[in-house]
């Protein structure tokens, strides 16, 4: 499995692209205008290019330049986040916004001066994070169970981007944050009173967030009733229940799907995985979840047969945060969850997501290659000899 395991990572990922290419063109010619039809297929198909370019080069880069450059990335992205905030600073002065975007009720776009295409700094922020933490506990191995150096100083780093995520009211992509970032404590051996604490205070900010947004607030107390909210904050997950039980076990078949005509919002984007369930029924639903589960264990094998601390902490951040977002995305949709506004990795519509994704993928090859795969007796001894002396 552990030599296989990046040759099955790729074909799943494959697989989950050219699946969500598929249902895009079966969603997307209803959510456009009219002479439109099919745009954003072309657009995401020009994504999923700049994509898989994004990946090559993840995959051929060391993925030691990622620690020596670890503050200048972290930097990058907070940078990037606040960027975000431009769009409030403009219609306060006055001035039409450079480089911020509002768009869906919050602005955390940014303009890229390529044409309508808009950068989501927040995709790229989380890696940026993952990559942060594992430098931090491999600079302070041995220290990682002191409250300073296991709680305190990697706290904050955790804050810095979940804060500027949090900022954007975008509770989704925050929470998901936080909880990578305290498995990436919880690997590299943070105390559990530490978790236990970073857990609660984490839980209390999203509390607040939420109490402090009615309309959020709603949308957590919709799941207990949603009948009730139908016609209003639970309106895309109705719907979402409703598209899942119209496709049964076999599904009306691509292209046959009823809720994509303008009954489910954002059905090419975070609500993807019900025209799923609709179009190819309980077995397409299904194998989508299995893929996902395949593509957790490859990214698991790969990171437990990682040469060095750091080749572990940030194979296991990546595969933990591919298959979080995926399993939150299938949660909000099947109703499990509030509505967070999520994507599904490699499946929904949007260009940041894919290519976040990708380079996810690509530092996994990258892990993949420069790890030793031999008999479990001899692991030890060859990491031992090999043993990467990080530059701190």
């Not at 995401?44 to 994004?54: E, F």
């Not at 990578?180 to 919880?186: R, S, T």
């Not at 959020?216 to 009730?228: G, N, P, Q, T």
Request: with cysteine; net charge positive.
């Amino acid at each position: 499995m552990a030599r296989r395991s990046v040759f099955i990572l790729l074909a799943a990922v494959l697989l989950l692209t050219g699946l969500g290419i598929t249902m895009l063109a079966s969603t997307s010619v209803y959510s456009v205008k009219a002479g439109e039809d099919y745009v954003t297929v072309w657009k995401q198909c020009v994504s999923a290019g700049v994509a898989l370019l994004a990946g090559l080069i993840a995959a051929l880069v060391d993925y030691h330049v990622w620690h020596r450059l670890r503050w200048w990335i972290y930097g990058l992205a907070c940078a990037g986040l606040a960027l975000c905030f431009e769009w409030h600073l403009a219609k306060l002065a006055g001035y039409e916004p450079l480089i911020g975007v509002w768009k869906g009720g919050a602005a955390r776009w940014l303009k890229t001066g390529l044409g309508d295409m808009q950068l989501q700094p927040s995709e790229f922020a989380k890696i940026a994070l993952i990559i942060a933490l594992a430098g931090w506990f491999v600079a302070h191995e041995g220290k990682e169970r002191t409250f300073r150096h296991g709680l305190l100083l990697p706290g904050l780093i955790l804050g810095g981007v979940t804060g500027l995520i949090g900022l954007e009211v975008d509770l989704g992509n925050g929470s998901l944050a936080i909880a990578v970032g305290m498995g990436i404590l919880f690997v590299a051996g943070t105390r559990a009173r530490y978790l236990t604490i970073l857990g609660g205070l984490g839980g209390a900010l999203l509390a607040a967030g939420i109490w402090l947004a009615p309309k959020r607030f709603e949308r957590v107390i919709a799941i207990f009733d949603l009948e009730k909210y139908k016609d209003g904050v639970g309106l895309q997950q109705w719907i979402s229940w409703l598209a899942f039980g119209s496709g049964g076990l076999d599904g009306r078949g691509l292209g046959e799907g009823r809720m994509k005509h303008s009954y489910l919002p954002e059905a090419h984007t975070d609500f993807i995985f019900p025209m799923i369930g609709e179009e190819i029924g309980l077995w397409g639903s299904l194998g989508t979840l299995l893929i996902f589960v395949v593509i957790a264990l490859c990214g698991m094998s790969i990171a437990m047969h990682a040469p060095d601390r750091f080749g572990r902490l940030l194979g296991f951040g990546l595969t933990l945060l591919i298959s979080l977002e995926a399993l939150l995305n299938m949660g909000v949709t099947t109703v499990l969850l509030p509505n967070k506004g999520l994507p599904m990795p490699f499946v929904s519509y949007g260009g940041s997501s894919l290519v976040a994704a990708m380079v996810a993928v690509g530092i996994l090859v990258n892990i993949h290659c420069r790890s030793t795969h031999s008999a479990r007796d001899q692991l030890p001894l060859i990491r031992r000899d090999k043993r990467w002396t990080p530059q701190i």
